[in-house]
């Protein structure tokens, strides 16, 4: 399988807390992303992180990504109740491929 | 920024009947989308790649029989599900990729999603 793995499965912090995901994957990538999705809904967009990059922000979101470990880590910082969705990472191997998707993360952030 | 719609949104059919799903790029042409099926609680699992004029190209372990992929036009992929069981049940999401970046845009490596249509099947 494809399929990259992410952990911790669920995870449930308290509002204000920072929130931390990883994503493993298999094989040699052009680019890594991580997408939200809320419960029954599509996918969002968050974060595009390319193979010669190591780090990447956006707002509250931090993306880093290992290439010799072949793994990536998302943080969201001060966390809020409206972050409470799935997280996926999805790895691209060549630019217009196929992206494979992560087993997700769930977080939910009490308020 | 690119949208894509996908209709109908909900699906409930009797098992043995025949279910189309549309997937649409509102305001760009996509030569490429994509077929994702998605179990409760699990991750999105690509079913198949489809091209705009060509035939579909599908991952290991997907009946292309079963699962009909037709993308006859540069804002509209579909897909068909032939003879739907209650195993065929699931969230079914598609994604169409810009062939250049929109301005502003995150660039022609993101797949932009469709809201997903729930398939239930009785």
């Known amino acids: 399988s494809q399929q990259g793995e992410e952990d911790p499965q669920a995870l449930s912090i308290q509002e204000g807390e920072n929130a931390t995901m990883n994503c493993s994957y298999k094989?040699?990538?052009?680019?890594l992303q991580w997408y939200r999705q809320n419960s029954g809904r599509g996918l969002v967009h968050l974060i595009l992180?390319?193979?010669?990059?190591r780090e990447k922000h956006s707002g509250r979101l931090r993306v880093t990504l290992d290439t010799s470990k072949k793994s990536s880590s998302l943080l969201i910082t001060a966390s809020r109740a409206a972050d409470t969705a799935s997280y996926f990472c999805a790895t691209e191997k060549f630019t217009g491929n196929q992206f494979y998707f992560g087993t997700g993360t769930s977080l939910t952030v009490i308020p | 920024g690119a949208v894509v719609s996908q209709h109908p949104s909900r699906v409930i059919c009797k098992s043995g009947t025949s279910v189309k799903i549309e997937c649409r790029s509102l305001d760009f042409q996509a030569t490429t989308m994509f077929w994702y099926r998605q179990f409760p609680k699990q991750s999105l699992m690509l079913m198949a790649t489809s091209n705009e004029g060509s035939k579909a190209t599908y991952e290991q372990g997907v009946e292309k029989d079963k699962f009909l992929i037709n993308h006859a036009s540069l804002t509209l992929s579909t897909l068909t599900v032939t003879s739907a069981h209650p195993e065929d049940s699931s969230f079914y999401i598609c994604?169409?990729?810009?062939?250049?970046?929109?301005?502003?845009?995150?660039?022609?490596?993101?797949?932009?999603f469709g809201p997903g249509t729930r398939l239930t099947v009785l």
């Open positions: 094989t040699s990538i052009n680019n």
């Open positions: 992180i390319r193979s010669n990059e």
């Open positions: 994604s169409a990729r810009l062939p250049t970046g929109l301005a502003g845009g995150p660039g022609p490596d993101t797949q932009y």
